[in-house]
Nanobody, 124 residues
């Protein structure tokens, strides 16, 4: 089973950029699709984007389309979330998780092996 750990969060001004990393341990990393989610205070955890096992297909929620990009390096057991043109409404704790085979790419309940999360704060 894969274990995931996020890093790279921080405080950034609106319009700025951050790159989050999701590092995995375990030999099965290249066989799982990875999703990014976020949770703002008082709100439910929501889908941000996902990448398939090979890294040749990505999926995004409409609100980040064109601003965020997900990539992966299976040799380094790492998935990245590049976030550009950040907005205050992007402020949240960001999580990565592993998609269960045969399920959706966007439903929270279809993902497991959640990391501990990394805080992203965008100031106006």
């Amino acid at each position: 089973q894969v274990q995931l750990a996020e890093s790279g969060g921080g405080l950034v001004q609106a319009g700025g950029s951050l790159r989050l990393s999701c590092a995995a341990s375990g030999r099965t990393f290249s066989s799982v699709s990875i999703g990014w989610f976020r949770q703002a205070p008082g709100k439910e955890r929501e889908f941000v984007g996902a990448i398939n096992r090979a890294g040749d297909s990505t999926y995004y929620v409409e609100s980040v389309q064109g601003r965020f990009a997900i990539s992966r390096d299976n040799a380094k057991n790492t998935v990245y979330l590049q976030m550009n043109s950040l907005k205050p409404e992007d402020t949240a704790v960001y999580y990565c998780a592993a998609r269960r085979s045969g399920t959706t790419y966007y439903r929270v309940s279809d993902f497991g092996s959640w990391g501990q999360g990394t805080q992203v704060t965008v100031s106006s």
